[in-house]
């Protein structure tokens, strides 16, 4: 590296011969720490330079993902939302810092994600990305279920799914379309199909233990809409499993992002994006900040029921649409930044593949941690949750079935999702489960 001083491979464990020694430059003397009475001075300099280098990355990594970026200055608010709680019995003020706490990391985890992209490409990007970010729902689930909050899992869970589908994907269109209206944003149609299937799929099997139970129609009332609950939770869990052998396997050449094929690149050839971080430290960054979003969460539901009392809101709401817009937010901010850097099947995958992933996953995932709680969790959603997600499905399915997006698509998404939000600020819910 510098002048006047001899270069040396670090990671090379030989060592050349020099000339006084009597041997040729084309010789090479293998070194191994046991066999020599004395350790060559190299070998100490190259192990002390590994170590200073890591120790530099580490630091690097660490103002990257916690320092730099702006939205860090509400890393804070997580902290004293767990300082309030302990200190303080006000539960409103614990549910808002745990918000704010909780949006920077969400943030940050998509960040890691991101980089982690890199690495694995667009597909096994985004279902990182989605699994990160349901790690929070299906930690919540566990806790509340835990406490007999059946209810509050329900609602917790259905509202990732509506959070995702209109909040999310419409914010990355419009967001996507205002910074390149110039030009037709495209992603894979064949994504978009087979996701659309499976989440009509997840609503025959919220449907049917639903209108059993509404129309009365049981063999035996009660324990007939729990039995359907659980040998169908079964049923999709095997058809999630199939689904990501299917998508990461069978049909991978099909499920590349339309970036690879060289279209975007031809225009942009100055924007080649390279990882700030290894993939190693992604991966770390990932966990460490998922348990860190996973605390907070157990804090903020803890203050569910205060903060409803205090602010004078329905469980309901706060369950069904402030909830997951905190959960989802680390769906939320990748998805809009995929979608800004014309990175749509990403985007398609973080917002769509979190939805497939909490409907045929998490939610009969929560069904069978249940079962073996004792715990009579079931997919009987209500009337009223269901016929909800049908309408919000059949309305994002054919938003998705050309297979083009624009500012105008994310807007109307947005708009469906300001008119789902007031219907579940107005319903009364009625059900007698324990909150």
């Known amino acids: ?54 120790q530099i990355s580490v630091l690097r990594s660490i103002y990257i993902v916690l320092i730099k970026a702006k939205i860090n200055v509400l890393l804070p608010f997580g902290p004293l939302a767990i300082l309030l709680h302990h200190v303080t019995g006000k539960h409103a003020w614990v549910f808002f810092f745990s918000l704010l ?37 299906m930690i919540i689930s566990i806790y509340a279920l835990k406490n007999d909050m059946i209810r509050v899992v329900k609602q917790s869970l259905l509202g990732s799914i509506l959070s995702n589908m209109l909040l999310v994907l419409g914010c990355a269109f419009f967001s996507g379309g205002i910074i390149h209206h110039k030009k037709v944003q495209v992603f894979n149609k064949a994504t978009a199909i087979v996701n659309s299937g499976l989440l009509l799929m997840a609503v025959m099997g919220l449907l049917f233990p639903a209108v059993l139970h509404f129309t009365r129609t049981e063999v035996h ?32 050449s099909s499920y590349t992002s339309i970036d690879e094929e060289g279209e975007n690149n031809a225009e942009d050839p100055d924007e080649e994006e390279a990882p700030e971080i290894t993939h190693w430290e992604a991966i770390g960054w990932l966990a460490i900040l998922t348990i860190w979003i996973s605390v907070l969460s157990g804090y ?20 069904v649409i402030l909830l997951p817009i905190v959960g989802n937010a680390a769906e939320h901010a990748s998805a809009i ?19 497939t992933q909490i409907s045929m996953f998490v939610i009969p995932f929560c069904v069978v941690v249940g079962w073996f ?53 107005v319903h009364n819910d009625q059900s007698n489960d324990k909150l």
Do not use: W
């Open 101 to 137: 706490g909780i949006i920077p990391l969400a943030e940050r985890l998509g960040y890691a994600t991101e980089q982690l992209s890199f690495y694995t490409g667009p597909t096994v990007g985004g279902l990182l990305n989605a699994t990160f970010g349901n790690a929070t729902e």
């Open 1 to 54: 590296m510098g002048s006047g001083e001899e270069s040396f491979d670090l990671e090379s464990d030989e060592v050349p011969l020099s000339s006084s020694h009597g041997a040729s430059k084309m010789e090479t003397l293998h070194y191994e720490a046991p066999h020599n009475h004395i350790a060559s001075p190299r070998a100490f300099v190259s192990t002390r330079l590994l170590r200073k280098m890591r």
């Open 300 to 319: 903020l539901v803890d203050a569910i029921e205060g903060a409803s009392d205090t602010l004078n809101m329905p469980v309901a709401f706060i369950s």
């Open 373 to 425: 709680m004792g715990k009579d969790m079931d997919l009987n959603f209500q009337l009223f949750e269901t016929a909800t997600l049908f309408i919000t499905v059949l309305v994002v399915a054919f938003m998705l079935q050309e297979g083009t997006s624009n500012y105008f698509k994310g807007l109307m998404l947005i708009l469906c999702y300001l008119i789902v939000a007031a219907s579940f600020f």
């Open 337 to 355: 930044m995929f979608a800004m850097k014309d990175k749509l099947d990403i985007s398609l995958g973080v917002a769509i593949g979190s939805s």
């Open 221 to 252: 009332f009660g324990k007939s809409e729990l039995a359907l609950s659980r040998f169908s939770s079964c049923i999709m869990l095997v058809a999630y499993a199939s689904y990501l052998f299917f998508q990461l396997k069978s049909e991978r």
